[in-house]
């Protein structure tokens, strides 16, 4: 639940400097669950009434009844929310690929919880923009539990074994998500005890690689790359971006991989390009490797 610390509000993992208009309208409505714990309850809720047990799981099949329809068109942005009479639209851009359709979808629901009904057409009660940050993060972990809910997520990882890109690849084509949203959706519950980076072709170059995001199980919340090292032309994730579909192995050295600390240990790491033809998404996995 959120807890209230002088001017500064805890949610799950977040801190939010002051009182958020949008968590705390939430909140008044919702107490005495916080609004993470409700949006959580009603994805899990949605996703049972929807008759959905196994993944991949689809949000146009658990919409609430306040969501009149879904619509794909071009827009600028992966989805947006249209309140109308009585309810909402959900428009997708039918020009992102379809793992993209399902958590805009997804993360749309997480947003109409954040409405009010008084007068019929659904408003907010509140300042959108300074609460804007707030409502995304929730409405993203709305969307991983209806996509990816932690049980089931959990249960699987469980089965499959240990963080490698065999098992990552896997779970792409069991729950249908996009690499973003798995990477994140493993760290923010702490299942796999590794580091997963996310690296994209660089646009002032296609023969460079930049990092797009880092994703640390807690255990090496604290731990610094050294991309320098990391992104050499002969490591494993360029090996891997000049292969596409092909898993590159390594194995590094920590003082290498590194700043600082950590030197009596070797390092795994596990490349692949994904989704070659749309995309130059490479996936690394860093774990500790078993030989020393």
Partial sequence: MGVTVGKTVFLGRKALKKRDPAVEWLSSLVAPLSPREFLLQQARELLVKSGQLEPPFEPQKA??????????????????????????????????????????????????????????????????????????????????????????????????GPPCINNFEGLLNTFQVSSEALTRRIQRLNIWESIMVILIKDDQSSNFLKRRLVRKHKSYKYFRIQWDKLLTKNSSPYIAFRQPGVVKKSVIKAEELFRGGKKNKNWSIESCRFNAKNSAIVVSIITPSEST
């Avoid at 068109?73 to 009585?86: F, N, T």
């Avoid at 399902?102 to 019929?120: L, Q, S, V």
């Avoid at 972990?141 to 959990?154: I, K, N, Y």
């Fill in 63 to 160: 919409l609430p009844p306040s969501v009149k329809g879904v619509e794909k068109a071009k827009i600028s942005r992966d989805g947006m929310l249209v309140p109308v009479e009585q309810g909402f639209i959900i428009k997708l851009n039918s020009q992102r690929p379809k793992v993209r359709q399902r958590f805009a979808c997804a993360h749309e629901i997480g947003h109409t919880f954040f409405f009010d009904w008084a007068g019929g057409r659904p408003w907010r009660p509140y300042e959108s923009l300074s609460s804007y940050w707030a409502e995304e993060d929730l409405c993203y972990e709305f969307a991983e539990e209806m996509l990816m809910p932690q049980e089931t997520l959990e249960k699987l990882i469980g089965m499959i």
